[in-house]
């Protein structure tokens, strides 16, 4: 499984690239925002295209996914391809995101808006991240037209599953694969019962009917959850940079390290340097 770095501060980037095992990079509004305020609180100015080029440089030749601002099929093909275009000579690592629905009320006539711009960019050759997929019927049609990748989101259907329930949790918390039960009832929407399961589903119909699309395991809150995306055939998963942090940590690997590190006798370290 590829592993992505779900951010778009370049230090936390460019120190998760240092590590070795690092994919990729997706960045959303609100991770951008993240980044750029950071950078204010310092009194930093930004100059935001140079920022962006800094960040594909620094993923090269990695993937970066880039997102559109914009919520009518036209106007997310027209920042699609200026993003692409601006872009992508820098590193030729940019896919351009775009919401699987970016619908904001029921009653809006945009609905099919996003599926209609991953099928006009990827015909384009502009790769395209398809994001904000919560049900593995939406990850079937943003197959179908054709996006390189498809994001569900596990742990905000988590926080949805919770949330519906009224459970209090805080973001962070695992949530079971396997889904949680209330009063002898497994709690679920619309028959997905976890983050993990709405995955793997994605997961199987890609693979039963050979889609091209890479599933990215998105929204991930703990290393557990990385691991369950791993087991459920995510081709990828996106990780935030304090989560990628904690996958390496455990009381008896410290514990073991220590011992070893006591036992070392100078006979053989001499030898070693
Ligand atoms: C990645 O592509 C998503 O934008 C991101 O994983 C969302 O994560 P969040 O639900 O923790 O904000």
Redesign the pocket.
Known sequence: MKIFI?SADIDEIAQAYSWGIVDGV?T?P??LKAAVDKRKAKGETLDMEAYIAKLLEISKPNPV?LEVTKRTAKEMIAQGRTIYKRFNSIAKNVNI?IPVNPAIQVNEQCHFDGINAVKVLQSEGIPVNC?LVFTPEQALLAAKAGAAYI?P?A??IDDYIRSSAHIKFDKSDYFPEEGIEQNGVLLHDNGIVSGIDVVSQCVEIVTYYEYKSEI?A????NPRQVREAALAGAHIA?V?FGVIAQMLRHEKTFEGMKKFTDDIVPEYEKLIG
């Open positions: 779900d997706t959303n609100s991770l996914s995101k994001t994001s989101f742990g905000r990215i998105a929204s991930l809150r996106t935030p």
